[in-house]
């Protein structure tokens, strides 16, 4: 991509001095800078609350920048200043109508003298009940209309908090803007390596003839966090697991995993085939919970000399709070490629390792010829890792050299450190990229959120109407309750326990 093929645009931050923007945004933006992927013409506005002018606001920028670019940043450079002269502030109350006929003024004020064309993407990066309030007053104003540029919104995940208040948000949104121009933001699908699984999958020959039901004894999905709730327990009490992690992160991942090949590689073939899988997802009923799907909470634990805090003691979270931290759950996907194959979706915070892996454990040789010589029996899986140290690795039973037939499980790993000279870059480079382009390929489609909720809501409306159903605690710093096992129904087979380092167990 060159900077020449992108239209000339203006990026709108809502929620620009929050944690979202100057961790991810605003270091993505300026990486894109860097790379010299940004139009000639173009301007980031940050819009907040805060009555700032516009050199606080660069300043604030450069901290931002300071604290969380990918690389350093001298401060006097050339580059860091001509970045900085493209940002400019405007204060905005969501909530206030009469706001956004002021921003108005000043995008046409900034347009005008910068000569650039109102191409505008709006970026949402403001609590989730803000979103149908910004998006109202931005139709209220015109500031929807592509008489005279694109206009488009990116939207922060959790889209809705439910299936019909996604539904309901979803009817909002569409009231001003039109599906292509809304970007329902899930990051996930920005990792190189989860876009790594469809290149794995469908530019090779020898992947997809063993991806099905015939050869797949079972799939691990893990994103395990290292980290608690930290200052973010405001948020996550009234979210939880299932609703920061599963609806969207896992599921999408799952769909990407399973989905089928699509004839054409473009954002609605992709689309189409991702929203097959979360519509085919079978459901949980209520009294099935307990055998498909296990939550937990982290209490407080020790690493080493220092003494983990317990959820409940976070800041900003009820002391007897019942969010789960924690949820592991067996699922299936009913269509003929996957009928029967169990899917094992795992996710919590303060567990050991920060990891995100899929693990596809294959059925054994129909006849194990060297059974009685096994070291350990061998065990066929393919580990796509997503991070850290990410790659792909494949497991299997080797001859030990020397005399006899002894056999013993080995493993082929790629890192992608390997590609040295290739930078992965972060999930907010690409998808907001992708967003200037105007490519939706990694973005979630309105189907996919509502097929994702529907499949999740039966669970979180079961944990509410029948607290019998268990939360199980679990100490920080350790793999989640051992209950999470039982979901396997066999004593012998456990969740894998995935390494920092990528090498196999
Ligand atoms: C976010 C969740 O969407 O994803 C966080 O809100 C979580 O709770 C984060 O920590 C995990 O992302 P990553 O890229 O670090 O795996």
Redesign the pocket.
């Known amino acids: 991509m060159k900077k020449n093929q992108i239209d000339s645009q203006i990026l709108v931050i809502f929620g620009s001095n929050g944690d979202l923007a100057r961790r991810k945004l605003l270091p993505a933006v300026f990486q894109l800078f860097l790379d010299n992927l940004l139009p000639e013409k173009f301007a980031v506005i940050g819009a907040g609350s805060q009555e700032k002018d516009e050199n606080t606001y660069r300043n604030d920028v450069m901290q931002s920048l300071n604290e969380f670019a990918k690389k350093s940043v001298d401060e006097n450079s050339d580059k860091a200043n001509e970045f900085l002269q493209k940002v400019y502030y405007k204060k905005v109350n969501n909530q206030a109508e009469d706001d956004f006929g002021v921003l108005k003024e000043y995008i046409e004020h900034l347009s005008s003298t910068l000569e650039i064309t109102q191409n505008i993407v709006y970026y949402f990066s403001i609590p989730p009940f803000l979103y149908e309030v910004v998006a109202a007053h931005l139709v209220k104003f015109g500031l929807n209309n592509e008489d005279n540029g694109w206009k488009r919104i990116i939207v922060e ?2 889209f809705g908090y439910s299936y019909d208040t996604a539904i309901d948000l979803d009817k909002k949104l569409h009231n001003g803007f039109h599906e292509n121009q809304i970007y329902r933001i ?3 699908l920005g ?1 190189e390596t989860v876009q790594n699984i469809m290149v794995t999958r469908f530019s090779n020959g020898f992947f997809e003839p063993i991806w099905n039901r015939k050869y797949v004894d079972r799939i691990e999905i893990t ?1 395990a ?1 290292k ?1 608690g ?1 930290g200052s ?1 327990g405001g ?2 009490d009234t ?1 939880g ?1 299932m609703r ?2 599963i609806q ?2 896992l599921l999408q991942v799952l769909a990407v995993v399973t989905m089928e090949p699509p004839s054409i590689f473009d954002s609605d073939s992709i689309r189409n085939e991702t929203v097959k899988v979360l519509q085919a997802l079978r459901p949980i009923k209520g009294n099935e919970i307990a055998n498909y799907v296990v939550r937990g909470q982290y209490i407080s634990g020790q690493e080493g000399d220092q003494i983990l805090q317990g959820y409940r003691q976070e800041p900003g979270v009820a002391p007897n709070s019942k969010t789960e931290t924690f949820v592991a759950m067996k699922v299936f996907i009913d269509n003929w490629r996957w009928g029967d194959v169990p899917f094992y979706i795992r996710t919590g ?1 303060q567990l050991p390792e ?1 990891v ?1 892996e899929v693990v596809i454990h294959l059925k054994p040789a129909p006849h194990q010829l060297f059974k009685q010589l096994c070291l350990t029996e061998p065990n066929n899986m393919i580990i796509l890792r ?2 850290p140290d990410a790659g792909v690795a494949i497991d299997f039973g080797m001859k030990i050299p020397g005399a006899g037939f002894k056999v013993q499980n080995v493993n082929m790993a790629f890192h992608y450190s390997d590609l040295a000279e290739k930078k992965i870059s972060e ?1 907010y480079e690409r998808l907001l990229l992708d967003c200037m382009t105007g490519d939706s390929t990694l973005y979630a489609r309105a189907d996919a959120v509502k097929a994702s909720w529907k499949f999740v809501d039966p669970i979180l409306q079961a944990w509410k109407n029948n607290p019998e159903i268990p939360l199980f605690f679990y100490e920080s710093g350790t793999w989640g309750p051992n209950e999470s096992n039982t979901l396997f129904g066999d004593k012998y087979v456990k969740w894998r326990q995935p390494f920092e380092k990528f090498k196999t167990d």
């Open positions: 995940k959790p899930d990051h996930y990792k994103a966090e980290i709730v973010r948020y996550y979210s697991a920061d992690m969207n992160h915070k920060r995100t997503i991070h999930a």
